[in-house]
């Protein structure tokens, strides 16, 4: 069996490696962009544009027999769309996996990492990996490794053998005894070693193998042919295969439908009814597919008599009779790309996601005493931009206008309608200042800013004229403070008043306890400015490389997101932090690989960073990262995890070996932001 693509509703876990200084605490996961974050007592409030909340899992589970998670590995990072899409089990516990990512629990592993049975790094095996892996197979010594192109491995350190199969791009791969079968767009090929044995023409998606018989599925159809030449003398009647695997004397294959099949005959077995395919069933007792072959997706594994499904939801068989078996590992929120058992084990590979969490729609609520997503669940209309809380009520604002929300249990509360999108909240005593696009508050017409009784929910008489979206918002003193492309503007007792100017784009705006401000965007000096009451420019505003999207304040310290790579004269991508005394830049750069959007301090010195990234520099993120070690977080005490700098001389690696795999890599979809 081989590359599987499929749509899983599907999360992983929390991992068991110990956490760097600089890598996030394991409790925290959304599977999207995180665009507002909001620290209440002991809740912290996201909001973005995500569907599911939980523990970070990484791209990488083990589930056992019975469904449950045995082992996650959160520690991959890097790439543009992290992922896992190939695996093969060792033989004595362990796992080799291949996709799109850069590091593996600290260490540099470009693609392609031999994960150990206790769950660590392989320190011997090491292959830098030039694109996507699609496909492993461990033979004996040698793992084969396809994508674009096919590659022998020496299995134990990485080395590229000398002995090289011919070019071929590989979907999928089979073994057995001698024969390698390859499985690809331009057909079926049998080799024994470099020699070609006997080639099918026509695109095969999937492939396996078993006892002298070599089953294949793609575009064409699904097939059994003889392993010594290649003839075909089973057809089995699915429409779109495109995923198969045998068993004993039954092959199963994926299509519109889930099928299985007489291995001899191709007689359907009629198991499975409609577990598979168009039609609907209980909610999450099926396992729901499209109307075609590359939309639909599939993963199917064979370990013994059990058969294990991939799709929308998890479903386990018992290949004796087609009966369902309870398994249900509790993972969703993902993209599954590859399903494996070997020895009551099955190791679920794809995009990241999470564990012990649940659905939610933009908006999630985590305890901060234990990391756990709170039942706090409101079905918003849209992406949330903008939080902010007063009493008991959560104003959450985004794409679909604004809402009140019951801030324990979610429940929607009656507030006035905004008609157009809403990027960012502040209050003031009674007052709720409301700022995003030009449109109707309340059915009140405003040209981006507006403002909201908050006792009587009556829309007041406030809507100065601006040029373009209002991006930020901020209460200092008596003031209010709006930030756009007109750079600010200000205003107190709802009409306009001086204040401090700034030339260029604000997108950030941050009161800094004494009536002062701070101001972060795309404008001239830096994209940093920090004023006094009056509006005079202070000189201990940092400077960047590139815009700032998000300012905290916390301890003597201001802290700083957004894209950039420099803050002063110090490498930090991203975000960072300065001593509000001195100025000097602190160590903290844990490097998350796209924007940094919103920020916010925890109690006892933690902080909570949200954007559009994926991953940090050690750890599989999705849009929230917590940093800081609290007793009543429950996390582990930091420790160095190995890589090839900050390593002890004599455990650095030699220069990898760069195998070309696959330019063609397949990228995950993105979601708005």
């Known amino acids: 069996m081989a590359h599987r693509t499929l749509i899983l509703a599907a999360v992983f876990l929390a991992a068991a490696a110990p956490a760097s200084a600089q890598a996030p605490q394991p409790a925290w996961y959304v599977d999207g962009p995180v665009s507002a974050l909001l620290v209440e007592g002991e809740t912290l409030y996201v909001g973005g544009t995500f569907s599911a909340a939980g523990s970070a899992a990484g791209p990488l589970a083990l589930a056992d027999s019975d469904g449950r998670v045995v082992r996650t590995h959160p520690g991959f990072s890097g790439g543009e769309a992290l992922e896992v899409r190939a695996l093969a089990a060792d033989g004595a516990g362990g796992w080799f996996a291949g996709g799109t990512f850069e590091r593996v629990d600290g260490w540099e592993r470009g693609g392609l990492v031999h994960l150990l049975a206790n769950g660590s790094v392989d320190p011997d095996f090491h292959v830098e990996i030039a694109g996507t892996v699609e496909a492993l197979i461990l033979d004996g010594s040698t793992l084969w490794v396809g994508g674009t192109s096919l590659t022998a491995l020496d299995a134990a350190t990485g080395a590229r053998l000398e002995q090289q199969p011919p070019a071929l791009a590989v979907d999928a791969l089979a073994v057995a005894g001698d024969r390698l079968f390859v499985a690809g767009p331009s057909g079926l090929t049998a080799l024994d070693g470099a020699t070609v044995a006997w080639q099918r023409a026509g695109a095969v998606t999937d492939v396996d193998v078993r006892d002298g018989v070599v089953y294949a599925a793609g575009p064409a159809g699904a097939v059994a042919r003889r392993a010594s030449d290649g003839s075909e003398f089973v057809r089995y009647t699915i429409d779109e295969p495109h995923a198969i695997a045998a068993g004993d004397g039954v092959v199963v294959v994926r299509g519109r439908r889930l099928a299985a099949f007489d291995a001899t005959t191709g007689a359907d077995r009629g198991w499975f009814g409609d577990v598979y395919g168009i039609g609907e069933g209980e909610a999450g007792d099926g396992v729901a597919g499209a109307s075609g072959a590359d939309d639909a997706g599939g993963a199917l594994a064979i370990d013994g008599t059990r058969l294990y499904v991939a799709g929308d939801a998890f479903a386990s068989f018992d290949l004796r009779d087609g009966s369902r078996v309870p398994w249900s590992p509790p993972l969703l929120g993902g ?40 039942a706090f669940a409101p079905r918003l209309d849209g992406p949330v931009a903008a939080l902010h809380r007063v009493g008991g009520v959560l104003y959450a604002g985004g794409e679909g206008g604004l809402a009140a929300l019951d801030a324990q249990t979610g429940a929607r509360l009656p507030f006035p309608h905004a008609s157009s999108p809403v990027l960012a909240l502040a209050a003031s005593g009674d007052t709720l200042y409301v700022g995003g696009a030009p449109g109707t508050l309340g059915g009140t017409p405003t040209s981006g800013l507006g403002a909201v009784s908050l006792s009587t929910g009556t829309v007041l008489p406030f809507a100065p004229a601006l040029p373009c979206d209002v991006d930020a918002l901020a209460v200092s003193g008596a003031t209010l403070h709006a930030g756009g492309c007109f750079g600010l503007r200000s205003y107190r007792n709802l009409e306009p008043t001086s204040g401090p100017a700034v030339d260029g784009r604000v997108l950030a705006l941050r009161e800094d306890g004494a009536s002062g401000l701070w101001a972060g965007g795309s404008f001239a000096g830096g994209n940093v400015a920090h004023f006094a009451a009056d509006g005079t420019p202070l000189v201990d505003s940092p400077v960047t490389d590139g815009p700032v999207h998000a300012l905290a304040l916390d301890d003597g310290t201001v802290h700083l997101g957004g894209r950039f790579t420099r803050i002063q004269d110090a490498p930090r991508v991203n975000v960072g932090r300065v001593a509000l005394i001195g100025g000097s830049v602190g160590a903290f750069n844990p490097r998350p690989n796209d924007t940094v959007a919103a920020l916010a301090p925890l109690p006892g010195g933690g902080l909570a960073v949200g954007g559009a990234f994926g991953s940090t520099w050690e750890a599989t993120t999705g849009g929230l990262a917590v940093f800081g070690d609290r007793p009543s977080f429950k996390v582990r005490p930091p420790s160095r995890r190995p890589g090839t700098k900050g390593v002890p001389p004599e455990r650095r690696e030699t220069q990898p070996q760069v195998v070309q795999i696959d330019a063609r890599a397949r990228k995950r979809e993105k979601r708005p932001f």
Do not use: C
């Open 335 to 374: 993209t599954v790309r590859a399903l494996e058992a070997a020895e009551g084990v099955v190791a679920i590979g794809g995009a990241p996601s999470a564990l012990d969490g649940g659905a939610r729609e933009h908006v999630a609520a985590f305890d901060l005493r234990t990391g756990a997503v709170k």
